[in-house]
């Protein structure tokens, strides 16, 4: 079976990004759905190149390892995707050594991806694309489309399906390629570990010593 998997990148039970995924799942058959709330993951506060995260990063890694394509629902902040999405990441990054060239496959790289984001205004909502695909991009993500659901206060409604049927019914079809996985590179944590493990320790041990 293809798993299409469902993330909104709110902690809020009441976020439209939440109300819209389960709109959008009386379309498309989501494997799983999730919000940041079904996981315990903090602000990005380490600089160690270690590999090491927190069980909430783990977890949620863990999930998207399953899926076979993804459905990202992100706010719009400030004309910005919202600053969990960036932390998100962030520490997709730190959970692989840090990896500085951005070359690796993440659990999210290479599958068939789409964006979705509601949002209360007749306008906005689409400001965030540049930097969200951009991001994704250095994730090697395949972004096939964004998509944006306007005047979602009239229109988010429990039962509205013609709110999201014909975009949810583009998204399936996007959604249900098989992604090519030839393209994923594993990535070499003994190596990189080492590598980056002994320069932060002599780089740290510089600042432990010092009187500053």
């Known amino acids: 079976m293809h798993k299409i998997v ?3 990148f709110s902690y809020a039970d009441n976020s439209m990004q939440n109300r819209g995924m389960s ?4 379309v498309i058959p989501f494997y799983k759905t999730y919000t940041l709330a079904d996981f315990d993951i903090p602000l990005v506060k380490t600089n160690k190149p270690d ?6 990063v783990k977890d949620i890694v863990a999930a998207l390892e399953e899926a076979d394509a993804i459905v990202f629902g992100i706010s ?3 004309a910005y995707p919202c600053a969990s999405f960036k932390n998100f990441c962030e ?5 692989i050594n840090s990896n500085d060239d951005l070359t690796k496959s993440y659990c999210i790289s290479h599958k068939p991806l789409v964006t979705t984001t509601f949002t209360p205004g007749p306008h906005a909502g689409h400001r965030h694309w540049e930097v969200s695909n951009q991001l994704l991009f250095q994730l090697n993500c395949n972004v096939e489309k964004n998509y ?3 005047d979602a206060w009239e229109n988010l409604l429990p039962n509205n399906i013609d709110y999201v049927q014909q975009e949810a019914a583009e998204m399936l079809e996007l959604l249900s390629n ?6 994923i590179v594993v990535h070499d944590r003994v190596r990189t570990m080492g590598k980056w493990m002994n320069q932060y320790e002599e780089w740290d041990k510089e600042w432990t010593s010092s009187d500053l």
Do not use: A, T
């Not at 520490?91 to 959970?95: F, Y």
């Open 23 to 26: 709109l959008l799942g009386k």
């Open 6 to 8: 469902g993330l909104s």
């Open 76 to 78: 719009e902040m400030i």
């Open 148 to 150: 944006v659901f306007r």
């Open 178 to 183: 098989k992604y090519d996985d030839s393209g």
């Open 91 to 95: 520490w997709l990054v730190i959970n």
């Open 51 to 56: 590999g090491e995260s927190p069980q909430g």
